[in-house]
């Protein structure tokens, strides 16, 4: 199999990613399923913020590892006791393979799996210790059970859910952090209700999908920030009803709403951005975090933001997504055209050009660039 190797973080002053290369292809054995896994033929793998984060250090992982973590692709083999799954399932991978039997599991809520965390904090599989080895025996780690830049994976059973073959590979392998992440954060973490109000920070692949998924719970105003104005138009065409730059916000909400937002989604990955979002919200708003701030960063607002005002402050992983039934509901949506997801779909390139995907992704040039191995 062939898979893309982080090896170590480039050093600050290296320059782009084209140049400085810390993606390399390397050829792996091939490693069989052990019970409870699967093997799947990877069709397109997609480039999130998630992966840029852990290449330039704001989300630490043990290193060598084998990146990616969004994807679509084909079961070819099936580990011991694996009976629900089946040969030639195509398949949607997802980042958080809930055990379905910790204190967060067993909550209804899979995306804070306790023993995924654990595993995928490791490098390791849900099922066992890293299965990817280099040359002379040497382990690789897995990114978040998936390890999905690549042309095969070995993941969890609970890592794939099987998705029918009517939808596009080149659709479906958004679902798996996209979609789960920016609807499941609207219709989950939030519970945005119809005719409510939303802005929305940060217009990459998490934010255009939380603003689909205020379209589809039918909500009022929909405000679309993002200093790249050039995402502006993208984010109409998703269902924004206004947008601007940062600098802009405070007075589209004051048009839209006049005292403040129900619900502010925070997707840019920035501490000061939840800061200014706490405060475009009306009495009792609540302003999501979706992004993945530096480990260092900290947060400062007036404590009495919360108990004076009613706001809350909330965390969403995964979207608080149950994968299975919501990647369900995404296909029917997407069936029945409310779902335009082929928006976020930027270009597809070969996998060895992906220390180009990783510039253009972070010049903020494309929204979702498409891998194919």
């Known amino acids: 199999m062939r898979a893309a190797i982080l090896r170590e973080l480039p050093g600050p002053g290296t320059g782009s ?6 993606l390399v292809i390397e050829e792996l054995p091939t490693p069989a399923p052990r019970a409870g896994e699967v093997g799947v033929d990877i069709s397109y793998s997609s480039l999130c913020h998630s992966d840029l984060s852990v290449i330039n ?30 040969i030639g399932n195509k398949v949607v991978l997802v980042f958080v393979p809930g055990c379905g039997n910790c204190r967060a ?22 099922h066992g210790p890293a299965l990817l080895r280099g040359a002379g025996g040497e382990r690789i780690n897995h990114h978040l059970g998936v390890s999905a830049f690549a042309d ?26 996209a979609v789960l ?27 255009l999908a939380a603003i689909m998924g205020a379209v589809l719970v039918g909500a009022g105003s929909i405000i679309a920030i993002d200093p790249n104005t ?10 924004a009803t206004a947008v601007g730059t940062p600098e802009q ?61 009613g706001k809350r402050l909330l965390g969403s ?28 779909h930027s270009d597809t390139r070969p996998l060895e050009d992906i220390n180009q995907a990783l510039d253009a992704l972070a010049e903020g040039q494309v929204i979702r660039r498409l891998l194919k191995p």
């Open 105 to 126: 599991c067993t909550a209804g809520r899979p995306a804070l799996c306790h023993r995924a965390a654990v595993s995928n904090t490791a490098g390791d599989l849900l």
């Open 152 to 177: 095969h994976a070995v993941v969890a059973a609970e890592s794939v859910v099987p998705i029918d073959e009517d939808v596009p590979d080149e659709v479906a392998a958004m679902f798996g952090c």
């Open 317 to 344: 992983y995964m979207g608080d997504a149950q994968p299975a039934a919501d990647i369900a509901f995404f296909i029917d949506a997407w069936r029945a055209g409310k779902l335009p997801v082929h928006l976020l």
């Open 57 to 86: 250090g704001s989300r630490p992982r043990p290193l060598p590892m084998a990146l990616g973590h969004e994807a679509v692709g084909r079961i070819t083999a099936l580990g011991e006791g694996v009976e629900h799954l089946k």
């Open 17 to 22: 990613f084209a140049r400085s290369r810390p």
């Open 230 to 239: 050039a995402k502006h138009e993208l984010a109409l065409a998703a269902g």
């Open 181 to 207: 992440t920016g609807i499941g954060a609207i219709r989950h973490t939030a519970g945005l209700a119809a005719g409510q109000s939303v802005i929305v920070y940060g217009l990459g692949a998490v934010g």
């Open 249 to 309: 916000a405070r007075e589209l909400v004051a048009a839209a709403t006049g005292d403040g937002v129900d619900v502010a989604i925070e997707a840019s990955g920035s501490a000061r951005v939840i800061a200014e979002a706490l405060e475009m919200l009306t009495r009792g708003g609540a302003v999501i975090c979706v992004g993945l701030p530096h480990p260092e960063a900290e947060l400062t607002v007036p404590a009495l933001t919360f108990a004076g005002a």
